[in-house]
């Protein structure tokens, strides 16, 4: 199928674009009114999450909103634990918790091998179902998190300040932290494998916690599982041809290794300039990122200004794709998303004189 929007592929591969693609992390969420009414229909978060018909309506709704230049996936990066049975809960105002976190080499080794065909079938169809409701308007983007980010909560059960619990196991039993990390990239590859079989057109590695690491345990305990996961997939027949975009959040010293794993893109968080990173990797990757997500609890103008500071620092250079430098908040109003969305694309049209 032929996609009238190709704009996000394009700037993946660091082609020429008619105007810088824009798509948000968690743009499928709180802030919008229609979610909030769906997932009150659903009854409960896991439940929206595993209702095929349910998380592609979800997926849908802001595309109607907003002029969006992709779609993703709706589901949670936490599939994959929950599918080896660690009885996971996901409550508005708690967040995740698993009801047997792993606390011991018995219980990394009772993990079972999930089967993502029967497992995670509820994803699969999702996407098979959201393509054919996109019909070509825009690329869907897969996801899943990282091994290092599902083991955090994995281990400590939920999520956490400190992790202590993760980075004793890390530090005390690396072994075993290692056992965890690779049943957990085994998973995630044949997880994101099925997502491409099934249809999508991009695919994200989300390493929300790497950040909290230093950079001999992050290159140790994350970045060399997610190279794993990315030479799997550039491997296999069905994925291989899908760019891969790896974002670390608080990752930006970090940027030259992480381009070293052969990925396509690699995300931005706010703290690292946009002109910075593309002197140090623009030449291997595309960017994706990076306006701070609290700039739109401020005025249009400044959401303006802001989105438009961004784009100079890119200027006429492809492979950028414009984005947060981490999911929207739920109480942002969705006038300010759609003035974003305008923005970038009026904006770096101009840039590039078109």
Same mark, same amino acid.
Not at 53 to 80: G, H, K, N, W, Y
Not at 239 to 264: H, N, V, Y
């Given at each position: 199928?032929?996609?009238?929007?190709?704009?996000?592929?394009?700037?993946?591969?660091?082609? %020429?674009?008619? @105007?810088?693609?824009?798509?948000?992390?968690?743009?499928?969420?709180?802030?919008?009114?229609?979610?909030?009414?769906?997932?009150?229909?659903?009854?409960?978060?896991?439940?929206?999450?595993?209702?095929?018909?349910?998380? @592609?309506?979800?997926?849908?709704?802001?595309?109607?909103?907003?002029?969006?230049?992709?779609?993703?996936?709706? !589901?949670?990066?936490?599939?994959?634990?929950?599918?080896?049975?660690?009885?996971?809960?996901?409550?508005?105002?708690?967040?995740?918790?698993?009801?047997?976190?792993?606390?011991?080499?018995?219980?990394?080794?009772?993990?079972?091998?999930?089967?993502? %065909?029967?497992?995670?079938?509820?994803?699969?169809?999702?996407?098979?179902?959201?393509?054919?409701?996109?019909?070509?308007?825009?690329?869907?983007?897969?996801?899943?998190?990282?091994?290092?980010?599902?083991?955090?909560?994995?281990?400590?059960?939920?999520?956490?300040?400190?992790?202590?619990?993760?980075?004793?196991?890390?530090?005390?039993?690396?072994?075993?932290?290692? %056992?965890?990390?690779?049943?957990?990239?085994?998973?995630?590859?044949?997880?994101?494998?099925?997502?491409?079989?099934?249809?999508?057109?991009?695919?994200?590695?989300?390493?929300?916690?790497?950040?909290?690491? !230093?950079?001999?345990?992050?290159?140790?305990?994350?970045?060399?599982?997610?190279?794993?996961?990315?030479?799997?997939?550039?491997?296999?027949?069905? !994925?291989?041809?899908?760019?891969?975009?790896?974002?670390?959040?608080?990752?930006?010293?970090?940027?030259?290794?992480?381009?070293?794993?052969?990925?396509?893109?690699?995300?931005?968080?706010?703290?690292?300039?946009?002109s910075d990173a593309y002197q140090r990797i623009g030449d291997r990757v595309a960017l994706q990122g990076n306006m701070?997500?609290?700039?739109?609890?401020? %005025?249009?103008?400044?959401?303006?200004?802001?989105?438009?500071?961004?784009?100079?620092?890119?200027?006429?250079?492809?492979?950028?794709?414009?984005?947060?430098?981490?999911?929207?908040?739920?109480?942002?109003?969705?006038?300010?998303?759609?003035?974003?969305?305008?923005?970038?694309?009026?904006?770096?049209?101009?840039?590039?004189?078109?």
């Amino acid at each position: 199928m032929t996609l009238k929007n190709d704009r996000l592929l394009r700037a993946l591969r660091r082609e %020429s674009v008619d @105007c810088t693609p824009v798509w948000i992390m968690r743009q499928a969420g709180r802030y919008l009114p229609e979610y909030r009414e769906t997932r009150t229909k659903a009854g409960d978060f896991l439940t929206l999450c595993k209702t095929p018909e349910l998380a @592609c309506e979800v997926t849908l709704q802001p595309l109607r909103r907003f002029e969006l230049d992709a779609a993703i996936l709706f !589901s949670d990066i936490l599939t994959i634990p929950d599918a080896m049975g660690l009885g996971l809960t996901l409550n508005e105002g708690v967040g995740p918790r698993f009801s047997k976190p792993l606390r011991a080499a018995a219980d990394v080794e009772k993990l079972p091998e999930i089967d993502v %065909s029967s497992d995670l079938a509820y994803v699969t169809d999702a996407v098979k179902m959201i393509r054919r409701e996109l019909d070509g308007a825009v690329p869907l983007i897969g996801f899943s998190g990282s091994p290092w980010t599902l083991a955090t909560y994995m281990v400590e059960g939920g999520g956490s300040k400190d992790f202590r619990l993760v980075k004793g196991m890390m530090h005390d039993q690396p072994r075993v932290a290692h %056992s965890l990390l690779q049943k957990n990239t085994d998973a995630v590859v044949n997880y994101l494998k099925a997502q491409a079989a099934a249809g999508v057109q991009s695919l994200m590695l989300f390493d929300t916690w790497g950040g909290v690491l !230093s950079t001999p345990d992050y290159v140790d305990f994350s970045l060399s599982y997610m190279a794993q996961i990315v030479e799997a997939l550039k491997a296999d027949e069905v !994925s291989r041809d899908i760019p891969i975009t790896l974002f670390t959040k608080g990752g930006g010293q970090w940027l030259e290794k992480i381009a070293d794993t052969g990925c396509d893109a690699v995300g931005l968080d706010w703290t690292t300039p946009l002109s910075d990173a593309y002197q140090r990797i623009g030449d291997r990757v595309a960017l994706q990122g990076n306006m701070d997500p609290t700039v739109l609890y401020a %005025s249009d103008t400044k959401v303006q200004t802001e989105a438009t500071r961004i784009l100079h620092e890119m200027g006429t250079a492809n492979g950028h794709i414009f984005n947060l430098g981490h999911g929207i908040h739920p109480q942002i109003e969705p006038a300010r998303v759609k003035t974003l969305v305008d923005t970038v694309h009026s904006v770096s049209k101009e840039i590039r004189g078109n």
